[in-house]
């Protein structure tokens, strides 16, 4: 059993058929970010907090928190997102948060501080159905928004994003301040949807998540001839349709030989009329899978048959880039606790991917994240017949809320990564975070271990894509997680991996910064026994040293 109160499930279900009844409807939920019915619902927010005795406030992002303090910090967050989709569900990302404010009610209505601060967060603007930008508030948080990259964003009526959010009071240069918030946090959790089918399926009423699955979005633009279509022999076409159409299968059989999955969402031919072979075909392709390299081996294979495609149907082809995303794992103790949560409360022991990206995935880029999915009604969602029964949403409230009272009485601390030579430190691109490769000391034909030290200096070490993970015994009167990565490197003496130093933002030619042992290196410096050097010197000084990093 876990400690702490229990979520009263009935009344969090209440709270969320008000919401309904307040901003949704027949015609689905009308909550799209920065409108009148997104206010309407942040206005309800407000009132059953302010029953509690809390009051919201928003971040520099426009996401909206609310704090109940506890006997330490930093805080366990909880929340998830307000805005719906236009005539979406009920359910989406409000149940994470009416879930979040039962857990505060719970805790302040049991008349006990927490054993730490718990805040709820309302992310803002998830969905990016409006400007076509998801995410907004959480990778503000994150650190992942770039304002000068969604300045010019428009909507369907010519509104621009930058003059709709300063009418929501948010000025967009200074949303990334938000990201000042995570030093706070000890830990995210966020309760959702499925949003698929395989719960149901299933008949499980509740299941853990493992992370969320990388993206890899590409256009493919087929040209052949087109010709007239009664007076070209089926021998003598060059026909891009039928190249488009042949590719699309090739991608589908990509994604089902790699366990990932594999969309071909838009297809559109030139000329487009009954009476000619069509001469251009346009494809978008989106492709998903939880492991980076599977992810990275279907883009290949995707790339490749686009080519001998186009070679068979004697067609030229070209292919662009739109959009990525890495695949982002959850925090694997937070993964565990999840299960555990979800064993006790719903009886069910299963730990799914999600296919669709969350506000969850962008705080784990920075915090211990992860996320608990209840079932969906045939697997629909970002529609009116959204739903879940509600015995299944009662069970994964329960699960939530034992969730978030274990890792309130136990967070996710700071780990060890025992007998890891260190032989190459790298700056993740896009990321504020630095990769250290490396292999046990004893062991050097070892495969390598990757440890990823995060921008707020939590560390995990991979290994094929698995998690090995040993977490760090906190010391007496630690009372935040710790704040370092440890090595031991050869001889045993631990090196402390320090905090990484964010680039200043604006900058377009920033160094990249990483600190060891207490000293900041630049892109190209070594450290040598604690002394730092450049690397071109490394090669001669490291032959009688006991340790050297390069940083490259
Ligand atoms: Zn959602």
Not at 220 to 239: E, K, L
Not at 493 to 515: D, E, N, T, Y
């Amino acid at each position: 059993m876990s400690g702490g109160p229990v979520v009263n499930s009935g009344r969090a279900i209440a709270d969320l058929r008000e919401l309904d009844r307040r901003t949704g409807g027949t015609d689905g939920a009308q909550r799209l970010c920065w409108g009148d019915g997104w206010r309407e619902a942040r206005a309800l927010l407000g009132e059953l907090l302010g029953e509690i005795g809390l009051t919201a406030e928003p971040d520099p992002a426009g996401n909206l928190w609310a704090s109940l303090e506890g006997e330490q910090e930093p805080a366990l967050a909880l929340g998830s997102h307000l805005d719906s989709v236009p005539e979406g569900g009920w359910l989406d990302g409000a149940l994470g948060v009416m879930a979040a404010l039962g857990v505060l009610r719970a805790w302040s209505e049991a008349g006990v501080p927490p054993p730490r601060t718990l805040m709820l967060v309302d992310w803002a603007d998830e969905e990016g159905a409006r400007f076509g930008r998801s995410l907004f508030g959480s990778s503000a948080f994150s650190g992942a928004l770039d304002p000068a990259e969604v300045r010019g964003l428009r909507d369907r009526e010519g509104g621009m994003l930058v003059d709709v959010l300063a009418q929501n009071g948010v000025d967009l240069d200074r949303a990334p301040e938000a990201a000042s918030r995570q030093e706070r946090l000890a830990a995210y959790l966020e309760l959702h949807i499925e949003q698929g089918p395989v719960l149901e399926a299933e008949g499980l009423r509740a299941a853990a998540v493992s992370g969320c699955a990388g993206v890899e979005r590409h256009r493919f633009h087929f040209s052949g001839q087109a010709s007239h279509a009664g007076t070209t022999p089926m021998d003598r076409r060059r026909d891009a349709g039928l190249a488009a159409a042949e590719y699309a299968l090739r991608v589908e059989e990509i994604g089902r030989r790699h366990g990932g999955v594999a969309t071909t969402g838009a297809l559109a031919l030139r000329p487009g009329i009954p009476t000619a072979v069509a001469g251009e075909a346009e494809l978008l392709i989106d492709l998903r899978h939880p492991q980076a390299e599977e992810l990275a081996s279907m883009l290949a294979e995707a790339l490749a048959a686009a080519e001998a495609v186009a070679a068979k149907r004697g067609c030229e082809h070209a292919s662009e880039p739109v959009w990525r995303i890495e695949p982002i794992p959850f925090d694997s103790r937070l993964i565990a606790a999840a299960r555990e949560a979800c064993r006790e409360a719903a009886g069910s022991d299963r730990v799914l991917t999600s296919g669709a990206l969350h506000d969850a995935a962008e705080v784990a880029r920075v915090l211990p994240a992860a996320m608990v999915f209840c079932p969906s009604t045939s697997g629909i969602s970002h529609a009116k017949q959204e739903d879940t029964p509600e015995p299944d949403l009662a069970t994964g409230i329960e699960a939530f809320g034992l969730l978030a009272n274990r890792v309130l009485s136990d967070p996710p601390t700071g780990m060890r990564a025992h007998g890891l030579h260190a032989e190459r430190v790298e700056q993740l691109h896009e990321r504020r975070e630095v990769r250290v490769l490396g292999r046990p000391p004893n062991d050097r034909a070892a495969a390598p271990l990757e440890l990823e030290v995060r921008a707020r200096g939590h560390a995990q070490v991979r290994e094929q894509g698995e998690q090995v993970l040993d977490p760090h015994q906190p010391q007496p009167g630690e009372d935040r997680p710790a704040p370092r990565g440890q090595l031991l490197e050869r001889g045993a003496k631990p090196v402390q991996l320090g905090r990484v130093k964010p680039q200043p933002r604006g900058v377009a030619a920033a160094v990249p910064l990483i600190q060891l042992h207490g000293t900041v290196l630049k892109h190209g410096e070594a450290l040598v026994d604690g002394r730092r050097t450049t690397e071109d010197a490394v090669a001669d000084e490291d032959a009688g040293s006991t340790s050297a990093f390069v940083f490259r």
